[in-house]
């Protein structure tokens, strides 16, 4: 069974940081994985999809990667601004579904 | 120009009603989903469906049924609502694994 896991729960930094959320799945058989951002209340916004014949993915100043034989995702988050402030969550997808990760809570201060 | 769209956003019941939850999406995606987010933030998957047929059933209990009139519209009814069904419920869609999942804004349930 996948069992998704994100490290560390929370983080809480100061404007101007770089940051790396990491994610870490069990089960290597993954099509792709993907990383979202939650607002408070709000849905979810797709930040950057990895797909299993990739190492990485870049969006301005957002870069994941993807090693599938260790099992890990990292997201990278260059100098980070108070507008980041949200829940970032990883998801491998497995053939039909999404399994999600348990979330980091980021909250960066001015 | 809203991808996944869901309604209502809110929902505020008494225990023992039945309520519907809309979503369309206008991607032209084979298949949906429904999502719940517990208390604790963890989303899981319920359901999905494929061109309107049922692909995964994620031991949901019974008082949930989803409806797929047609592949753009995946509905969810909740019979007998209880108080533990309070969450944020989640449409998403996709074309095909390798191209991910877009979702919509959510409907928070509140069962009182």
């Known amino acids: 069974k996948q069992e998704v896991t994100q490290i560390p729960a929370a983080l809480s930094v100061p404007e101007g940081e770089n940051l790396v959320l990491n994610c870490s799945f069990t089960d290597s058989a993954i099509y792709n994985l993907q990383w979202f951002r939650q607002d408070p209340g709000k849905g979810l916004t797709s930040l950057l999809l990895i797909q299993s014949s990739q190492r990485e993915q870049t969006s301005g100043r957002l870069n994941a990667s993807l090693d599938k034989s260790s099992g890990r995702s990292t997201l990278y988050i260059a100098a980070s601004q108070p507008g980041d402030s949200a829940t970032y969550l990883c998801?491998?997808?497995?053939?039909?579904?999404?399994?999600f990760g348990t979330g980091t809570r980021l909250q960066v201060f001015p | 120009d809203t991808a996944v769209s869901q309604t209502p956003k809110y929902l505020v019941t008494q225990m023992g009603n039945d309520k519907s939850i809309k979503c369309e999406q206008n991607l032209g995606h084979d298949t949906m989903y429904w999502y719940k987010q517990d208390s604790k933030k963890f989303l899981k998957i319920m359901f999905s469906y494929n061109n309107k047929e049922l692909i995964i059933n994620e031991t949901v209990p019974n008082r949930f049924s989803p409806k797929s009139p047609d592949k753009a519209h995946l509905n969810l009814h909740i019979n007998s609502l209880e108080l533990g069904d309070s969450a944020v419920y989640f449409c998403?869609?996709?074309?095909?694994?390798?191209?991910?999942?877009?979702f919509g804004s959510g409907t928070r349930l509140t069962v009182v």
């Open positions: 998403a869609s996709s074309q095909a694994e390798y191209y991910g999942y877009t």
């Open positions: 998801a491998v997808i497995n053939t039909d579904k999404l399994i």
